[in-house]
């Protein structure tokens, strides 16, 4: 079992940054690949971001790209996601994923889901 809290969201002026992390707990969290989705109001669930357990794959959706930058700390079980250049468009609510199989996580099938954290971009 695998438990993740996500952390780092607000508020945030267009153009500005925020970091965005996930803490990731539980016995058997080896070898786990995880990503960053978002759903904005009113709109279904998008992907975000993906990174493998070894950190040697990493997939953006085109409209992050560039601008946000996913990394992850095995030795603390965590995910992060630094994101630059904030748009009103970026406002949703942030989820973080894990799954073994990297595809999975990608394709938003993943087993294990945070809660969630509301990122707001005002213009």
């Known amino acids: 079992q695998v438990q993740l809290v996500e952390s780092g969201g607000g508020l945030v002026q267009a153009g500005g940054s925020l970091r965005l992390s996930c803490a990731a707990s539980?016995?058997?969290?080896?070898?786990?690949?995880m990503g960053w989705f978002r759903q904005a109001p009113g709109k279904e669930r998008e992907f975000v971001a993906a990174i493998s357990w070894s950190g040697g794959s990493i997939y953006y959706a085109d409209s992050v790209k560039g601008r946000f930058t996913i990394s992850r700390d095995n030795a603390k079980n965590t995910m992060n996601l630094q994101m630059n250049s904030l748009k009103p468009e970026d406002t949703a609510v942030y989820y973080c994923a894990a799954d073994r199989p990297l595809p999975r996580v990608v394709v938003g099938a993943g087993d294990y889901w945070g809660q969630g954290t509301q990122v707001t971009v005002s213009s």
């Open positions: 539980g016995r058997t969290f080896n070898n786990y690949a």
